[in-house]
């Protein structure tokens, strides 16, 4: 009979650096199962909290959180720190953009992460001959089943974080997610980098008591933040119907792609009754030849379609775009602020969207397309992207004035019909009545998935 492994205790710090204004669950799920196996462990979220020394000194292991290119951006920062204060301390970076911090990692992880977490901290992980870096692309997460409930008690509490604003109030938010992956293959998204189509789906009670222990302190209303909600449509909808049945005055909103708002046309006046708000969906352009080379499955007439399909419901729609890409015009840019006036669309649509700027991570399907070639630079390691430019030069100069002009405007309080406005202004576009109505429901933070950081956010974590 073999003798059971002893497992040295470990004092291990969690850091996330911003997950789009929730609460952080990709650091509340590793947490559990790291103090479910006896280590002590710390969280630190930066969106949120000063940077600490004190507990750089503490720990034994650290390990960043980076979901997304804003996150990797500001934990390289962070790193530099650490390797600054103790150039020894083990440093580990997981999520979709894990793979991609190995130049400043001693270990990555991508995909499905929380045990290869543990493993990594309790020595088990293998490691790569070539790279000395551990990644962790998918596997199945066995132990996902009977997952321990997410550590939220590690974190600041769950009204320092973005609410949800409705009819001139504001509400506690809670955050979940029904799955991980997509089953699609969007060629600019990073997600299939790493699950190349592929769909883990989180046990139904996991999610439930989750939501339930966000409910308990005081979540009314809760995110969703699958890549997609209904890529397991049948697996979401359980979800629904028991959260509802639970707690019948919670609200919820979700993510999802254009085809399949119309594709699950007879679901939403179930998702409607549910509590369902708003729906975030990734429209990223009005040019259908651009979506059709970012292979998104929908047209801009689709998408119109959405957004007249869900309003009949009382849905509200929460576009996402990505207005520059290699092939961006001017007109372009002019037909979206126009398409986001005649929707009715100027408060849905949070002023940064009209900034976005085409990323490239390593891996991205883009990189294949042959209209890609003529535009394409070579690699950037700190912004994890390949360069590119426009096919029009003036273009990038106008993302970088657009984008100045939000940052400006925000910064001096102006709502968003006033930077609207503003932002047709640059594009040479008339001024026109709009719809000022700020009572539709959405989130108070701002949509920065695969945004550039602003000087804000970046200047944001400072040595103490």
């Excluded at 929730?22 to 940077?51: F, K, M, T, Y």
């Excluded at 996991?206 to 308990?216: F, H, N, Y």
């Excluded at 028991?242 to 993510?255: G, K, M, N, S």
């Excluded at 009209?354 to 070639?373: F, K, W």
Aim: charged share 25%; proline share 6%.
């Amino acid at each position: 009979m073999l003798a059971a492994t002893t497992v040295e205790v470990m004092r291990v710090l969690l850091v996330t650096t911003y997950e789009l204004g929730h609460q952080p669950l990709l650091i509340a799920a590793p947490a559990a199962r790291l103090r479910e196996g006896g280590h002590d462990v710390r969280c630190l979220d930066l969106s949120i909290q000063p940077w600490d020394p004190d507990l750089v000194e503490w720990a034994e292991r650290i390990a960043f959180s980076v979901p997304m290119h804003t996150a990797m951006r500001i934990a390289r920062q962070a790193i530099a720190l650490v390797r600054k204060q103790r150039p020894e301390l083990p440093v580990a970076c997981f999520g979709l953009y894990g793979p991609f911090m190995d130049d400043v990692a001693d270990h990555v992880l991508g995909g499905e992460t929380d045990v290869a977490i543990v493993d990594w901290i309790e020595g088990r992980a293998d490691q790569d001959a070539a790279s000395g870096a551990i990644v962790v692309h998918l596997g199945r997460e066995a132990a996902r089943v009977g997952a321990p409930i997410p550590a939220r008690d590690l974190l600041p509490p769950l009204d320092q974080y973005a609410r949800l604003a409705i009819g001139g109030e504001e509400r506690v938010v809670g955050y979940v997610e029904a799955s991980h992956g997509c089953a699609h293959r969007c060629r600019h998204c990073p997600v299939p980098v790493i699950y190349d189509g592929r769909l883990r789906v989180v046990e139904l009670d996991t999610v439930l008591a989750d939501a339930g222990q966000q409910i308990a302190a005081g979540a009314q209303h809760i995110t969703f933040g699958d890549p997609d909600f209904l890529n397991g449509a049948h697996h979401s909808l359980r979800i629904v119907r028991a959260l509802h049945e639970r707690h019948p005055d919670v609200t919820f909103d979700c993510t999802v792609k254009v085809e399949h708002v119309l594709h699950h046309e007879s679901i939403w006046a179930e998702m409607a009754e549910a509590g369902c708000l708003f729906v975030v969906s990734a429209f990223e352009s009005v040019d259908n030849a651009t979506l059709e080379r970012l292979d998104k499955g929908h047209t801009a007439a689709d998408a119109g379609r959405a957004v007249a399909l869900l309003r009949e419901h009382g849905i509200e729609i929460r576009p996402s775009w990505m207005p520059f890409t290699p092939w961006t015009t001017l007109e372009q840019v002019q037909n979206l602020l126009e398409f986001v006036a005649e929707h009715d669309l100027v408060g849905n649509v949070d002023p940064v969207q009209y900034t976005i700027r085409l990323l490239l991570p390593e891996g991205s399907l883009l990189l294949e397309h042959p209209d890609l070639a003529p535009h394409l630079g070579p690699y950037d390691t700190e912004r994890s992207s390949y360069l590119w430019t426009s096919g029009d030069p003036a273009m990038d100069l106008l993302q970088l004035e657009l984008a100045a002009i939000v940052e400006r405007r925000q910064t001096a309080g102006d709502d968003i019909p006033t930077i609207y406005q503003a932002l047709r202004a640059a594009c040479d576009l008339p001024e026109i009545a709009v719809n000022a109505d700020t009572s539709r429901p959405r989130l108070t933070e701002p949509w920065f998935c695969c945004a550039e950081p602003n000087a804000e956010q970046l200047g944001g974590i400072a040595e103490r």
